[in-house]
């Protein structure tokens, strides 16, 4: 159980700081109203990914026999984390262009992260397998992994805008960036036990 809740907290924990659409709405809405505005649009993920999480266990109810589809599955899971480890290292800051229109609402901020790749990568590739592994051990250990890595991610989200709200030199700052470095390798470290889960199913090792 502790083992998925950290694979839980780690994932989260890289996506919330990542870079992306999400985030950059996220920014813009703090430094142009306040924190309130930003820490709104950190809560998108909560009601944006529970259709995806649904689509995900129906696709495990139907999964959960064949190995060599599961083994596919958690290979590329493997590769995608590796690419979010990749982009962590290669982290430079965030930088904004204010004159991009971006809405305060809660409702735009829920459609930005329905109209990102991620979510659906992230669950199917990601998701999907580390589930499967904990559905082995018992029916609560999924909900701790899901439990872990939305607490993190909302919880680092609405942390950013705090930290934006008060000094918006924050996100090129050599905290903001050793962070996400630290937690790319940290993200390797991941995509390694997908890789080594991937070959186990396929029954290469």
Same mark, same amino acid.
Request: net charge positive.
């Given at each position: 159980m502790i083992n998925f809740l950290t694979i839980g907290i780690i994932l989260g924990l890289s996506a919330g700081f990542a870079p992306g659409p999400l985030l950059t709405l996220l920014i813009s809405e703090t430094l142009r109203h306040d924190i309130k505005s930003g +820490?709104?649009?950190? %809560?998108? @993920? &909560? &009601? *944006?990914? /529970? @259709?995806? !999480?649904?689509l *995900? =266990? /129906?696709i495990l109810?139907? $999964?959960s026999d064949f190995h060599k589809i599961l #083994?596919?599955?958690? %290979? *590329? #899971? #493997?590769?995608?984390? $590796?690419?979010l480890g990749y982009e962590n290292l290669r982290s430079k800051g965030v930088k904004l262009n204010l004159q991009e229109k971006q809405s305060k609402s809660l409702t735009k901020g829920i459609l930005t992260n329905a109209l990102n790749p991620h979510p659906y990568l992230f669950w199917l590739s990601v998701g999907a397998p580390t589930m499967t592994k904990a559905m082995k /051990?018992? +029916?609560i250990? @999924? =909900?701790? =992994? !899901?439990?872990?890595f939305y607490t993190l991610l909302v919880g680092s989200k609405l942390l950013l805008a705090i930290m934006v709200g008060k000094s918006k030199s924050f996100l090129s700052s050599k905290v903001y960036i050793y962070t996400m470095r630290f937690l790319g390798f940290v993200l390797f470290? /991941?995509?390694?036990?997908l890789f080594r889960d991937g070959l186990k199913l396929l029954r290469i090792i």
């Open positions: +820490m709104k649009v950190a %809560l998108a @993920p &909560i &009601i *944006t990914d /529970l @259709p995806i !999480i649904l *995900t =266990f /129906l109810a139907k $999964l #083994g596919i599955i958690s %290979l *590329t #899971g #493997g590769l995608f984390v $590796l690419f /051990l018992n +029916m250990a @999924p =909900f701790v =992994f !899901i439990f872990g470290g /991941l995509a390694f036990v």
